[in-house]
């Protein structure tokens, strides 16, 4: 099949950038009165909509390229890692939410500065926004390839940096006026837009495979070669594995403990509920959700193991050569540019594009209001008071220097993926874990002892960050623990973090009784 894109994929593409535009133009007529309402939406944000919004943003084209690829070339462990999402969400949700709550933070990081001072905040926001824009710009990046290859036939460094640019642009536009509010119902709408095209996806992919429902059972639960294609958990206790039931409990437990408590992506739209209650029911709600969300990427995946890897099912070898141009592509990416119709083509594309306008704009408002409420406010309000409408257009305006960054780290991404040979979900769940390992490291001390100080506070930042930087295989990480999977990386780096933290005894503030 002509893998060039046909006047129906044009045509579906189009109306896809009709409704980014009229959605944008809806957002623009309503605006924002002030920075609590551009941030928080007011605080109005029912558990539904916070769930689907969580959910929106958190599977972004990671799950949406990588999730497949997984399952193709292994098993649905990574639809078994869920089960340490929903641990995670109920511990945020009993344990983190209320003191955010209690403090009527606009921010997660304010905590920080009720337990100690600001500049601890300022710290902890610093270090949030460091780690949102590695792992937002290697989400771009992952959109970007699928959408060079599919759009524009090339995957050279100016293909990928023309794609990220449209994704970073669309996902700008959409969230420059309304701020949270617009990024709420845009994650919704982008939610159906992937979802739908999954869906249609793998029905199309299941009507070309000519097996019954029990033989198609039996090749994916009893491969010629390896366990069955279906195991949900891996017992073993390899630490170069990044799924196994060791990592479950422990370092995937502490990355969606961050990644739903300390990430000012996740939490803002926990933090703009009417209440802690609301707030918790939507990051649990969003997690149980993940569950058949995954499931649908992992069963894409399954498909392809035995449309390619099982001719004895098919009936015929099918071209499994994941290239194109000279350059390795994920099987879902090459199974899209050779055997999916036009039109259907052109729903994948966007269905990539949704996913990654989803994260980008979620990122994009979560890190302006970090740099707005943590850094500029205070720092414009000792020079005079500024009318509210002010710190409205520096949110605008905040937007714009962090986009610039996330695009410069998409760029970046290409050649960082291409030295690691690191598998999708991998590399863009890896990224993450450098700003995660100080975070929690520091909650930890915070929320369960009275111990540190400030000046402890930022060493345990640096040193989570220190220590995941030294065991990555372009510097130390060979000699130190060759091969170490990511959750065990986080939990050194969290370890560090923590013991350096607690070190020096500290004291409660008498302003964080709420905390």
């Known amino acids: 099949m002509n893998p060039g894109f046909a006047a129906l994929d044009w045509v579906v593409v189009g109306l896809y950038l009709a409704l980014l535009v009229g959605g944008g133009w809806a957002f623009s007529r309503a605006g924002s009165r002030d920075a609590h309402d551009y941030f928080l939406a007011g605080r109005s944000v029912p558990a539904w909509l916070a769930a689907v919004s969580v959910l929106s943003a958190t599977q972004s084209a990671a799950t949406f390229l990588g999730g497949p690829d997984y399952s193709y070339r292994l098993d649905f462990t990574y639809l078994g890692g869920v089960a340490s999402a929903i641990a995670a969400a109920v511990f945020v949700a009993r344990v983190l939410i209320p003191r955010f709550y209690a403090v009527q933070a606009t921010t997660v990081y304010e905590l920080l500065a009720r337990r100690y001072d600001a500049r601890a905040m300022r710290w902890a926001g610093g270090m949030f926004l460091i780690g949102r824009v590695l792992a937002g710009g290697a989400r771009v990046y992952l959109a970007a390839i699928a959408i060079a290859m599919v759009m524009f036939e090339s995957v050279d460094a100016s293909g990928i940096i023309v794609a990220a640019g449209f994704v970073m642009l669309a996902g700008f536009l959409f969230t420059f006026i309304g701020g949270l509010r617009a990024v709420l119902w845009n994650d919704l709408i982008q939610f159906v837009i992937y979802v739908g095209a999954a869906v249609a996806v793998l029905v199309y992919l299941r009507w070309q495979i000519p097996a019954d429902n ?114 390795k592509v994920s099987i879902f990416v090459h199974y899209i540019l050779t055997e999916v119709p036009p039109g259907l083509r052109g729903l994948v594309t966007i269905g990539v594009t949704a996913a990654a306008v989803a994260t980008t704009n979620s990122a994009l408002n979560a890190m302006s209001s970090v740099l707005i409420t943590d850094f500029y406010r205070p720092w414009r309000e000792r020079h005079g008071a500024a009318p509210e409408r002010h710190f409205v257009i520096a949110g605008r305006w905040g937007m714009a220097v962090v986009g610039v960054l996330m695009f410069a780290m998409a760029v970046l991404s290409f050649y960082w993926q291409r030295y690691t040979d690191m598998p999708l979900l991998e590399f863009a769940l890896q990224v993450m874990v450098f700003a995660y390992a100080g975070l929690l490291g520091v909650y930890f001390v915070a929320v369960f002892t009275t111990r540190g100080t400030t000046a402890s506070v930022i060493a345990g930042l640096l040193a989570g960050f220190g220590v995941v930087l030294a065991l990555q295989p372009f510097t130390f990480g060979p000699v130190l623990a060759p091969g170490l999977a990511f959750p065990f990386q986080l939990c050194l780096g969290t370890l560090v973090a923590a013991l350096v933290c607690a070190a020096p005894s500290g004291r409660v503030r008498t302003a964080a009784s709420g905390c």
Request: hydrophobic share 50%; proline share 5%; net charge neutral.
């Open 214 to 327: 029990a033989a198609l059972w039996r090749a994916l639960t009893a491969p010629p070669t390896g366990p069955s294609k279906l195991r949900l958990f891996d017992l073993s206790a390899d630490l170069t594995n990044s799924f196994s039931i060791l990592a479950v409990c422990t370092g995937l437990f502490l990355l969606n403990v961050g990644n739903a408590g300390l990430d000012q992506d996740t939490t803002q739209r926990l933090l703009a509920s009417p209440d802690a209650k609301t707030g918790a029911r939507g990051l649990i709600l969003s997690q149980v959700a993940s569950v058949p969300l995954i499931a649908l990427f992992m069963g894409i995946g399954a498909l392809l193991y035995v449309f390619y890897q099982r001719p004895d099912v098919m009936g015929v070898a099918n071209d499994a050569r994941a290239s194109f141009a000279g350059e």
